[in-house]
């Protein structure tokens, strides 16, 4: 792993991460690292044949890998209803010999107890977990997706109520542990803190979209012959361009 | 100086790279107690112990995705496929994932693993298990596609392609396994990917090969000498991404004609890129058009018909003569 880096691009093709964790986990077990290697995926993940290879892998290998399902009630349009008939999705890791707990994943601290579990136990050379974390997506699945073609209002105010941000939040001003004050200024602390990412990405992008060469030179560790000829078509392209309109 | 065969060169390549490097893992069906079906894998167990030699259950998605996330971890896993024909089922795993992670992470991460997988036909065996489809990798960027010909060679590309930064699928020619044995030296030996070889020097017309389909091209090229005082040069490609069009399109600089042999199906295989490159690169020296021997766009058929669908000695003489004759 390069230094200081130990999070993976999100990986768009569903469920197919979930084995990269298993070798991820397999090499910090060779090694003798402290490491363990958690993945994230979603309800309809549970669904693919990856995501079954992986907790067979991960079981049969003992490998610190910490499978993480944010069951969020709906994949796009498909109610977890219909996506399997077992009783819950932590179940399917019991088959593969692996533990699989269900926790509230609208409870933050429950959430957090799980996680710390499963990373002790993994560290412990116990091996694999998984947590299904029983949510639900609030929010339209992408820009282009509007929810009311399959689900009620109703539904989605019943687990609005469940909200995990604002329940929280008075969990921690009934202890005594929070006030309006302190909330007004982290809610301030935040809205900067995404303000200068976005500043940030914004920047990052505009240098890129200034070096389109930039493309060619990620595929291989050193530049082949033919992508060498393919950039530079490229950019004699682009200088045409540039006499043409500049 | 060791005769070998090819699957004891790949062992010879495995043994000394693992004991080289102990981030080098061996992972895949039968590849440990058994040495694997071809027994390429023999005795690494027994050396290196059942942590490194990984016997896995059966999933050709899990074996690459698993060897995908070693790499990742900075581990040089060699992964087998049992057959090349199985690998559909890990298709999305390479395509998807082995070959694209360094790009998708802007450099960050790269994905340094071999996917070893033993391929084409000859060998008498049951559907799926006979196949040529290198176009399918030799066409996803970000991945290197390996096929030797021979022990030696073999053995050297072998470590290079562990010590590859990026994917190299590296292809096995099972007819070629015990085929032929070769002087292969105890000193470690690399070659590097993406360079052809000229395995026989001529100046009238250029055959170009890989795999189990060099030596009937050798014999080709020996026929033609004999009988038609013709001297073919012929062209290893050992790898067939990136291609080493250059070797190629000198070579026919000179000769004016070309022959390409594969067993893969003919339409959108490899021999198809290899005559654009050649117009591209050599179209004014040209002096006939370029011919293809390669598999029929079927299925590959099975037992007795095999024959036939491969390309032979006999076929790769005629087209060359029809290209000599024009």
Redesign the interface.
């Known amino acids: 792993m390069p230094e200081g880096l130990n999070n993976l691009p999100i990986n768009i093709p569903v469920a197919t991460q979930t084995l990269h964790a298993v070798g991820l986990g397999y090499a910090i077990k060779y090694r003798r690292k402290d490491d363990v290697a958690l993945v994230f995926f979603g309800d309809g993940a549970t669904s693919e044949g990856d995501f079954h290879e992986a907790l067979n892998f991960a079981g049969v290998f003992q490998t610190p890998t910490i499978f993480v399902c944010q069951n969020n009630q709906w994949a796009i349009s498909l109610p977890r209803s219909k996506q399997s008939r077992s009783e819950t999705l932590a179940q399917k890791a019991l088959a593969y010999g692996v533990p699989g707990i269900q926790v509230d994943g609208n409870d933050v601290l429950a959430t957090y107890v799980a996680a710390k579990e499963a990373i002790a136990r993994a560290r412990s050379g116990g091996g694999p977990t998984m947590i299904e974390n029983v949510t639900y997506r609030l929010e339209v699945h992408s820009t282009s997706d509007d929810p009311k073609r399959y689900r009620t209002d109703e539904e989605v105010q019943q687990w609005q109520k469940r909200d995990p941000l604002p329940r929280f939040q008075k969990y921690l001003m009934d202890k005594g542990l929070l006030t309006d004050a302190e909330i007004q200024a982290l809610e301030e602390e935040i809205q900067n803190e995404i303000k200068a990412a976005v500043e940030r990405t914004e920047e990052q992008m505009k240098e890129l979209s200034s070096q389109p060469a930039i493309m060619f030179e990620q595929i291989y560790a050193e530049l082949p012959p033919h992508l060498e000829a393919q950039k530079e078509e490229l950019a004699r392209e682009l200088e045409q361009v540039e006499e043409t309109h500049g | 100086m060791a005769k070998l065969n090819m699957v004891q060169a790949l062992n010879l390549a495995l043994h000394q790279e693992m004991k080289k490097d102990d981030g080098v893992?061996v992972l895949g069906q039968d590849v440990g107690v058994d040495g694997g079906v071809f027994r390429v894998t023999e005795g690494l167990l027994d050396e290196f112990g059942e942590?490194?030699v990984?016997d896995?259950?059966l999933?050709e998605?899990?074996i690459?995705?698993?060897?995908?996330?070693?790499?990742?971890?900075?581990?040089r896993?060699v992964a087998e496929i049992q057959f090349s024909g199985f690998d559909y089922q890990a298709f999305?795993?390479i395509e998807?994932?082995a070959a694209r992670?360094?790009?998708?992470?802007?450099?960050?991460?790269?994905v340094p693993m071999v996917l070893r997988m033993p391929y084409a036909g000859g060998v008498r065996a049951v559907e799926h298990h006979s196949e040529s489809r290198e176009a399918y990798y030799a066409h996803t960027?970000?991945l290197?596609t390996v096929i030797p010909s021979g022990p030696r060679l073999a053995r050297a590309l072998l470590i290079s392609a562990i010590r590859?930064?990026?994917p190299v699928i590296f292809f096995e020619p099972k007819s070629v396994y015990r085929a032929f044995r070769e002087e292969v030296p105890e000193d470690e030996e690399t070659a590097p990917i993406?360079k052809a070889r000229i395995a026989r020097e001529g100046q009238d017309l250029t055959m170009i090969a890989y795999g189990a389909m060099l030596v009937p091209t050798l014999q080709a090229a020996e026929v033609l000498e004999k009988e038609d005082g013709v001297h073919a040069e012929v062209i290893d490609l050992l790898t067939i991404s990136?291609?080493d069009?250059?070797t190629m399109a000198e070579s026919v600089r000179k000769t004016g004609r070309a022959v390409i042999v594969h067993e893969a199906p003919r339409s959108f295989g490899p021999g198809a890129e290899i005559v654009s490159r050649l117009v591209e690169k050599s179209f004014w020296q040209l002096e006939a058009p370029i011919r293809r021997v390669t598999g029929f766009d079927i299925i590959m058929p099975l037992m007795a018909y095999e024959q036939l669908y491969l390309p032979n000695t006999a076929r790769i003489v005629r087209a060359a003569r029809e290209t000599l004759a024009e």
């Open positions: 893992l942590e490194r990984i896995t259950p999933a998605a899990a690459v995705g698993t060897a995908i996330g070693m790499a990742l971890y900075g581990l896993p999305h795993q998807g994932h992670l360094r790009w998708r992470s802007q450099g960050s991460f790269h960027p970000g290197k590859d930064p990026d993406g990136p291609l069009d250059e």
